[in-house]
């Protein structure tokens, strides 16, 4: 079993920016990854990103595309979500996720999920 913490939602302004972050009880899987998912009230959960633990390459929503980036801290176990340039359609809760990714299908496949956090964001 993995734990996940997320930390760092709250409320800011239209433009502002957050830092989130997730820290992982331990890495799990061979090729290890990392996701970052949100959920706005009466929506459905959607991909905002996603990082390969081992490469440290990423991807991201078309949505969060030069806004947002994912990172990585080997040596705490930890992912971080920096959200720039925040809209008010980005309000919601943001939820990291633990699982692995498959090169030969080029996919991720996120077995563990933290309880989030709430990103509100103001107009």
């Known amino acids: 079993q993995v734990q996940l913490a997320e930390s760092g939602g709250g409320l800011v302004q239209t433009g502002g920016s957050l830092r989130l972050s997730c820290a992982a009880s331990?890495?799990?899987?061979?090729?290890?990854?990392m996701g970052w998912f949100r959920q706005a009230p009466g929506k459905e959960r959607e991909f905002v990103s996603a990082?390969?633990?081992?490469?440290?390459?990423?991807r991201y929503a078309d949505s969060v595309k030069g806004r947002f980036t994912t990172s990585r801290d080997n040596a705490k176990n930890t992912v971080y979500l920096q959200l720039n340039s925040l809209k008010p359609e980005d309000t919601a809760v943001y939820s990291c996720?633990?699982?692995?990714?498959?090169?030969?299908?080029?996919?991720?496949?996120?077995?563990?999920w933290g309880r989030g956090t709430q990103v509100t964001v103001s107009s």
């Open positions: 996720a633990a699982g692995s990714y498959s090169a030969p299908s080029n996919s991720y496949r996120f077995d563990y």
């Open positions: 331990r890495r799990t899987f061979s090729n290890y990854a």
């Open positions: 990082i390969n633990w081992s490469s440290g390459s990423t």
